[in-house]
């Protein structure tokens, strides 16, 4: 219930113009975003990779309404690859297809994308394509294929809470793409996605053992060493991260073919410790200043920061 009123709120306007009036809205959203620029946000890396944590980098935005601000998201993605390159930072990047326009047009998506991941080539990363409303979903695998026609630094996301997932995981992770699993952050009907945490829960521990066998059996990338394994399991939750391990010592599979990976200012300890444990672990690491939708589907991920947030909101 409370999960749904946030998520609602996220695609509300006229929310967003009331909540992000508040000087303390960002305050709180600053904990799990890196900042408004990219300097700030490349000093963040420089602190996580000093702690042996990678990094994905998110310039935040979603559902742009107009070309020029889409062509605007993939000027600023090509801006921060080349200040990763710069700065040696160790950091890929992550990208909404609906931030590239792809409500607009999908062949215009699709060039604004391709000028991004021929740039993370030139710098030598990777690119990887969230994974956002079912609206999206099947354009969004789409536009992966064809860009992994001429780009194997491409992979994607996929969402446990979707029946569709297994099918889609047995097909992309089967032909080579990497593929991140995650349990699905959007407010999606019954008929697409399980209603229960439970089923959602029990979806990912058995997508998560067949990504991590296929990354087990996969020739390695081409780009191995540089570009992140096939498998990523992203999730905050110690259940799911136990069944992984569990699963990778029963099957003594090797570390280099996958890796954790969690958002920015969600569970610290839990990332460095799997980081001092010898794992390979990546934050996703948000900047800019479109960071309202982000931030309440973190609070509908977490009654705790919800309360946290009302409560001090009407505290000032
Ligand atoms: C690296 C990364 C990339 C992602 N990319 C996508 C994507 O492309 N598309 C998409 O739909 N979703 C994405 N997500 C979000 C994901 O789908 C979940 O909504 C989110 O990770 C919460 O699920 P969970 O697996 O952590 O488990 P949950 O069952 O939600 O949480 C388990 C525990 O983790 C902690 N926790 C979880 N979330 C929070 C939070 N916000 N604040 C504080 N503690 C928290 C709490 O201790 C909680 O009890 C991504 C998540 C990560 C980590």
Same mark, same amino acid.
């Given at each position: 219930?409370l999960?749904?009123?946030?998520?609602?709120?996220s695609?509300?306007?006229?929310?967003?113009?009331?909540?992000?009036?508040?000087?303390l809205a960002?305050?709180?959203?600053?904990?799990?975003?890196?900042?408004?620029?990219?300097?700030?946000?490349?000093?963040?890396?420089r602190?996580?990779?000093a702690?042996g944590?990678?990094v994905?980098? %998110?310039?935040l935005?979603?559902?742009?309404?107009?070309e020029a601000?889409?062509?605007?998201a993939?000027?600023?993605y090509?801006?921060a690859l080349?200040?990763?390159?710069a700065?040696?930072v160790?950091s890929n990047?992550?990208?909404k297809?609906?931030?590239?326009?792809l409500?607009?047009?999908?062949d215009f998506?699709?060039?604004?994308v391709?000028?991004?991941a021929?740039k993370?080539?030139?710098?030598?990363t990777?690119l990887?394509?969230d994974m956002?409303g079912?609206?999206h979903?099947d354009?969004?695998l789409?536009?992966?294929r064809?860009?992994?026609?001429?780009? %194997?630094?491409?992979?994607?996301?996929l969402?446990?809470?979707?029946?569709?997932a297994?099918?889609?995981l047995?097909?992309?992770?089967?032909n080579g793409?990497r593929i991140?699993?995650?349990?699905?952050?959007y407010?999606?009907?019954?008929?697409?996605?399980f209603?229960?945490k439970a089923?959602?829960d029990?979806?990912?521990?058995?997508?998560?053992?067949?990504?991590?066998?296929?990354a087990?059996?996969?020739?390695?990338a081409?780009?191995?060493?540089?570009?992140p394994?096939?498998?990523?399991l992203?999730?905050?939750?110690e259940?799911?991260?136990t069944?992984?391990?569990?699963h990778?010592?029963?099957?003594?599979?090797?570390?280099?073919?996958?890796e954790?990976?969690?958002l920015?200012?969600?569970?610290r300890?839990?990332q460095?410790?799997?980081a001092?444990e010898?794992?390979?672990?990546?934050?996703?690491?948000?900047y800019g200043?479109?960071?309202?939708?982000?931030?309440?589907r973190?609070?509908a991920?977490?009654?705790?920061n919800?309360?946290?947030?009302v409560?001090?909101?009407f505290?000032?």
């Amino acid at each position: 219930m409370l999960r749904d009123s946030f998520l609602f709120l996220s695609r509300a306007g006229w929310a967003q113009t009331a909540i992000t009036r508040f000087p303390l809205a960002w305050q709180m959203a600053s904990r799990f975003v890196a900042g408004e620029t990219i300097d700030a946000a490349i000093a963040v890396i420089r602190a996580l990779n000093a702690k042996g944590l990678d990094v994905t980098l %998110d310039f935040l935005g979603e559902s742009m309404t107009n070309e020029a601000e889409a062509t605007h998201a993939a000027n600023e993605y090509v801006c921060a690859l080349e200040q990763i390159a710069a700065s040696g930072v160790r950091s890929n990047v992550s990208i909404k297809l609906t931030q590239f326009g792809l409500d607009l047009d999908y062949d215009f998506c699709l060039r604004n994308v391709r000028r991004v991941a021929e740039k993370a080539r030139a710098v030598g990363t990777f690119l990887r394509v969230d994974m956002e409303g079912t609206p999206h979903t099947d354009r969004t695998l789409q536009l992966v294929r064809d860009l992994r026609q001429d780009f %194997d630094n491409v992979g994607t996301v996929l969402q446990a809470y979707l029946y569709r997932a297994e099918q889609d995981l047995i097909e992309l992770a089967g032909n080579g793409t990497r593929i991140r699993l995650c349990k699905g952050a959007y407010q999606e009907p019954p008929d697409k996605a399980f209603p229960l945490k439970a089923d959602v829960d029990a979806n990912y521990v058995k997508l998560a053992k067949i990504l991590l066998d296929l990354a087990h059996s996969a020739a390695p990338a081409d780009d191995a060493g540089r570009g992140p394994p096939l498998a990523a399991l992203a999730t905050h939750d110690e259940q799911m991260i136990t069944a992984a391990k569990t699963h990778i010592a029963e099957k003594s599979i090797p570390r280099d073919r996958f890796e954790f990976q969690m958002l920015y200012g969600v569970r610290r300890d839990l990332q460095e410790q799997l980081a001092r444990e010898g794992f390979a672990v990546r934050a996703y690491v948000p900047y800019g200043t479109h960071w309202y939708p982000y931030f309440m589907r973190r609070l509908a991920e977490r009654p705790a920061n919800v309360w946290f947030f009302v409560s001090n909101l009407f505290k000032r």
